[in-house]
């Protein structure tokens, strides 16, 4: 178990700036996942707590104990942690079984231990049937696996994740979230997982750190980050967004170009962003706050997912599988607002990815 400290971490590769003044603490046994888009700086960042790459300036602590800052550097291979690279590699002329057995090997673990390791974390991971392939007759996920499992039996400290289901089908891909916070939990190691899928980080995660261009958007657990963003970009990073100009004034919202209005008791006024999830907006003719025109409609199985226009503007809306062709192309339908979040307006194109 560990306390990993970021203090105003920063790192520049010539001039541009990939981690940007990062500060916080991973506490003891927590889930930390840093989510945001390709080129954000999340290899980096792990990198630097890995110790593959040094801070520009800031220093990083583990359990207190300085690993990196202006004076001081600790190499890898003495921090205790666990990593799983982006691209991952296992030994080629090892079978699955060596491959995944050699770090308690070269630790001069008894033989039957390691047997009974090995196999225990095989089976987690879905391979205990590959154990005496060889690296190259297995596939991209397999071998991603090998991989993981090779991380995960040393039992480090602190075990640092860079997108290791990313080859993985989707099915698998979503067991092998459990297997991992499992695994975590049982052993109460801290993890550093990196991903851009915010699907990954909503359901494993203790507290996600949303980046953009190396800078910091929010931290707060799922529920924060997905309920209470903190900017539009987080919004629409984490989750399925439409956004809605209006002008907020005397407790309603009067969005551009819609003909009707929502009742708003929040404290910004003038210009505002208004950002409704998909999931947010109901088909309802008592309660309508305005009214739409259905554009298309597409059947997922458990929903329908809608393309509606109002006012100008196109809107998703992901509702129930029962409403799936009730209405008629173009049909005008009454749509109920359940929920919507609030943004001073910014003119910022913020699903343009700032790179
Ligand atoms: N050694 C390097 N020299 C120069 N620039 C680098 C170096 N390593 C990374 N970068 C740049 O730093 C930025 C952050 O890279 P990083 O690999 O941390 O992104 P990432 O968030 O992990 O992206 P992805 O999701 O695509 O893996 C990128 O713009 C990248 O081009
Ligand atoms: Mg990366």
């Known amino acids: 178990m560990s306390v990993i400290t970021l203090d105003h971490v920063t790192k520049k590769f010539g001039d541009s700036v990939v981690v940007n003044d990062i500060s916080d603490e991973f506490k003891d046994g ?3 996942t840093l989510l945001g888009p390709s080129g954000c700086g999340k290899t980096t960042m792990l990198r630097m707590i890995a110790g593959f790459e040094k801070p520009t300036s800031g220093e990083i602590r583990i359990d207190g104990k300085v690993v990196s800052s202006a004076d001081t550097f600790v190499p890898p291979e003495k921090r205790e942690l666990g990593m799983v690279f982006q691209s991952y590699a296992v030994w080629p002329h090892l079978n699955v079984f060596a491959n995944v057995a050699y770090p308690l090997k070269i630790r001069k673990v008894p033989k039957a231990e390691i047997k009974e390791k090995v196999e225990k974390v095989l089976e987690s991971v879905h391979l205990s049937q590959y154990a005496k392939r060889m690296p190259s007759e297995l596939s991209g ?3 991603q696996r090998v991989a993981l499992a090779r991380a995960l039996v040393a039992e ?8 290791p289901l990313s080859n993985l089908d989707a099915k698998l891909r979503e067991r092998m979230r459990f297997e991992i916070k499992e695994i975590q939990a049982r052993l109460g190691i801290n993890v550093v ?6 699907g990954e980080a909503m359901t494993m995660s203790d507290r996600v750190f949303v980046i953009n261009s190396g800078v910091l958007q929010q931290v707060g657990t799922p529920v924060e980050i997905y309920r209470k963003p903190e900017n539009q970009f987080v919004a629409d990073f984490v989750g399925k967004v439409n956004f809605l100009k209006g002008i907020s004034e005397n407790g309603k919202i009067k969005l551009d170009g819609i003909d009707g209005t929502l009742d708003y008791s929040g404290e910004i006024t003038g210009a505002v962003d208004v950002a409704v999830r998909p999931e947010n907006i109901r088909i309802s003719e008592e309660n309508a706050h305005f009214r739409g025109k259905l554009l298309s409609e597409y059947f997922t199985g458990d929903t329908n997912d ?4 109002a006012g100008g503007n196109e809107l998703r809306m992901i509702t129930d599988a029962a409403t799936y062709k ?3 192309d173009s049909e005008t339908i009454g749509l109920y607002i359940t929920d919507f979040m609030v943004f001073p307006a910014s003119d910022s194109d913020f699903r343009k990815i700032m790179t």
């Open 141 to 143: 996920g397999q071998q």
């Open 156 to 163: 480090p400290k602190v075990l640092l994740l860079d997108e």
């Open 30 to 32: 927590e889930f930390i």
């Open 193 to 198: 997982y990196v991903t851009h899928d915010q």
């Open 326 to 328: 009730h209405f008629s």
């Open 306 to 309: 809608c393309r509606i226009t």
